[in-house]
């Protein structure tokens, strides 16, 4: 596997016939490496799902140019606002006059508060999205986030489950494709990564989080993409069982000199 020492991107991966994988990856000191994956629907209304990293926007842009005319971008879908899912959004709505922004009503709250154009916000809601371009997108909550307002979706169509940060690894190196980590990396970098990202977990039962996998299970989907993860194919059940083995044995459930409790006794010390 590759290292890095600063963030770069790669080649674009096909998913499916429509769906390809923008690939970037990030070094974290100390901790290893975390892909930035954005996510293209190459179709007559092509959607984009989230931006990447402001910091690789030339080549970011120059790779989807490589793949779509920008003036026909019709959708970019934000799975939520950290920065490295909207790094190059402000340039893809100059460059993509007839895109529209597809989150949901607290995403586009914090869209508001950053100072962009809500104007040419969709909402996800309740109701849904378009179709777009044939593909029936059914907004869903990932099972764990850093932001409350995180939408993924599963594509009817093509069987694709988007996981948003939920998934994600920190690892060794860069890496294409899940065969080429191993087992325990990858349990190591769920449990880890998942410790950042949402170290609420921490509060949740295992049983409660094991029936939030069940569900996954039970979509049944044909290829899970992730923020922060390589494309897995070939069933889920495998990295719901390794999530769930990683929260089991990782640092999610472990201390958290943070919390109220360690504070409570600290100072009844």
Same mark, same amino acid.
């Given at each position: 596997?590759?290292?890095? !020492?600063?963030?770069?991107? @790669?080649?674009? *991966? ?11 990856? /990030? ?11 954005? @996510?293209?629907?190459? #179709? ?26 920008? %003036? ?15 790094? !190059?959004? *402000? =340039?893809?709505?100059?460059?993509? %006059? ?9 995403? /586009? ?7 962009? &154009? ?7 809601? *309740? ?18 986030? &850093? ?9 009817? !169509?093509?069987?694709?489950?988007? =996981? ?10 860069? #890496? ?7 087992? $325990? &990396?990858? *349990? ?5 990564? $998942? ?13 409660? @989080? &094991? ?22 194919? !070939?069933?889920? $059940?495998?990295?719901?069982? #390794?999530? +769930? ?5 990782? %640092? ?13 006794? +600290?100072? #009844?010390?």
């Amino acid at each position: 596997m590759v290292t890095l !020492n600063a963030p770069e991107m @790669f080649d674009s *991966q096909a998913i499916t016939k429509d769906w390809k994988m923008l690939s970037s990856w /990030m070094p974290v000191p100390e901790l290893g490496v975390l892909p930035v994956n954005s @996510f293209l629907l190459k #179709a007559r209304e092509a959607l984009l799902v989230d931006t990447g990293l402001g910091i690789l926007g030339v080549d970011f842009l120059k790779r989807l140019e490589g793949e779509i005319d920008l %003036p026909d971008l019709k959708w970019i879908w934000l799975s939520h606002m950290d920065a490295d899912h909207v790094g !190059n959004l *402000q =340039a893809l709505l100059d460059a993509a %006059p007839n895109a529209r922004v597809l989150t949901n009503f607290l995403g /586009m709250g914090k869209l508001n508060l950053a100072g962009f &154009d809500v104007s040419r916000v969709t909402l996800i809601d *309740q109701t849904g999205v378009p179709e777009i371009a044939g593909h029936n997108l059914i907004p869903v909550r990932p099972p764990y986030y &850093d932001a409350p307002e995180t939408m993924g979706f599963f594509d009817r !169509n093509d069987g694709v489950f988007f =996981a948003g940060d939920s998934f994600g690894a920190l690892l060794p190196g860069v #890496a294409h494709d899940l065969a080429g980590i191993a087992k $325990s &990396d990858l *349990q190591e970098g769920l449990a880890l990564w $998942s410790s950042i990202d949402a170290p609420w977990l921490a509060s949740v039962s295992r049983e409660a @989080f &094991d029936r939030t996998l069940a569900a996954i299970d039970r979509l049944d989907p044909a290829v899970m993409i992730s923020s922060h993860l390589p494309i897995v194919r !070939n069933g889920i $059940s495998d990295m719901t069982a #390794a999530l +769930s083995n990683a929260y089991r044995s990782g %640092p999610v459930g472990g201390f958290d000199p943070f919390s109220v409790d360690h504070v409570i006794n +600290s100072l #009844a010390a």
